[in-house]
């Protein structure tokens, strides 16, 4: 039997306005009333009906996370993460996968169809600042760093200093000879030119020429075109004691060309990856990272998303940037 606010009025003894109020957060309640209705919303098990009440606010209780790749298990991880946090507000999510094409993107940022979402979070990577200039009200948060300082809220990670970190770890294990894998000269590749802005930051901190011969390129970022990558680098003659791939799954693809190659990890080649995939904890070995913290980039999108939702429309665009770490694994230190 589902109960309803009246039968939760009845069995604490208050109006139903009270009940009301209670459920929907107000402040202005007796401490000792409102223990008493939350008593018996605890005993009749009541939930609040969502779909009357986001029909009340002329919502659907639905957002959209709309991402590149669900292939890619950061996309995938992300998405668990801003589905949890949703929750919290008592949203559903729908989950659109773009391609990175830019058609399907624009089909995203218009809110995927008329009327069927209240709010998007968004990743792109075709679209430009001028084709999310006509989003049209609705809510939108984008992630990434396709179009940073754009018309919406944005949160994203600090690339350039992660990945400068990362190499300055790789050099202070006494690696001087440290590729990259992942560079992108396209206008989709706005992270891995951040990416490689920060490991080229790291040589010249260090004193090391750059070379472009230990930078290898790969269109997408997937294990094969990692191994790809791999095996151009060792059969160019160029051989380095040390790789930074721009993510992780660039760099199983490598862990994998190296072993076919009879190298040992990270004793002839230290190996690190990008984004602290599930995967990079149980490969072998173990995949040093930079761990986006995934848990807070999901949350503060979905709080920024609210608030737009609850009373922030017309505020200025805000650009928040999430942490990350440094995560050694196996893959550098034997």
């Known amino acids: 039997m589902r109960h309803r606010l009246k039968d939760v009025a009845e069995r ?6 009270t009940v009301s109020n209670v459920v ?40 959209a996370l709309a991402v590149p790749e669900l292939d890619i298990p950061y996309f995938a991880e992300l998405a668990r993460h801003v589905v949890a946090a949703a929750a919290d507000h008592g949203w559903t999510v729908l989950i659109d996968q773009t391609g990175g094409r830019r058609e399907q993107e624009r089909v995203a940022a218009a ?35 396709r179009v940073d300082h754009g018309p919406a809220d944005h949160v994203a ?32 590749g ?35 075109d990692g191994a790809a990558a791999m095996r151009q680098l060792l059969a160019s003659g160029v051989r380095p004691d040390a790789v930074f791939c721009f993510n992780d799954t660039l760099a199983l693809g490598a862990l994998r060309a190296l072993h076919e190659a009879g190298l040992k990890v990270p004793d002839d080649v230290a ?16 995949l040093t990272t930079v761990s986006p913290d995934k848990e807070q980039i999901a949350r503060l999108a979905v709080e920024l998303l609210a608030g737009r939702l609850a009373t922030d429309r017309e505020a200025p665009p805000r650009e928040l940037t999430a942490p990350h770490h440094l995560t050694p694994r196996e893959s550098t230190h034997p």
């Open 12 to 17: 604490a003894g208050v109006s139903v306005k």
């Open 271 to 286: 190996v690190a990856g990008f984004d602290d995939i599930e995967d990079g904890r149980f490969s072998v070995p173990t």
């Open 190 to 224: 706005a992270s891995a030119r951040l990416r490689l802005a920060g490991y080229t930051t790291a040589l010249a901190e260090a004193g090391i020429d750059y070379d472009e011969r230990l930078v290898a390129p790969a269109s997408v970022w997937h294990r094969a």
């Open 157 to 188: 990670i600090d690339n350039v200093t992660a990945a400068r970190e990362m190499t300055a770890h790789l050099i202070g294990l006494g690696r001087r000879r440290i590729a990259a894998i992942g560079a992108q000269r396209t206008p989709e």
């Open 111 to 145: 809110g995927i169809g008329d009327h069927m979402i209240d709010g998007l979070i968004f990743s792109p990577l075709a679209l430009t600042a001028d084709d999310l200039a006509g989003l049209d009200g609705l809510p939108t948060v984008l992630l990434g760093e």
């Open 24 to 63: 929907n957060g107000y402040l202005h309640v007796k401490p000792d009333t409102r223990a008493r209705v939350e008593e018996a919303i605890a005993e009749l098990n009541y939930r609040p009906n969502l779909s009357a009440r986001n029909l009340r606010k002329g919502r659907t209780g639905v957002i």
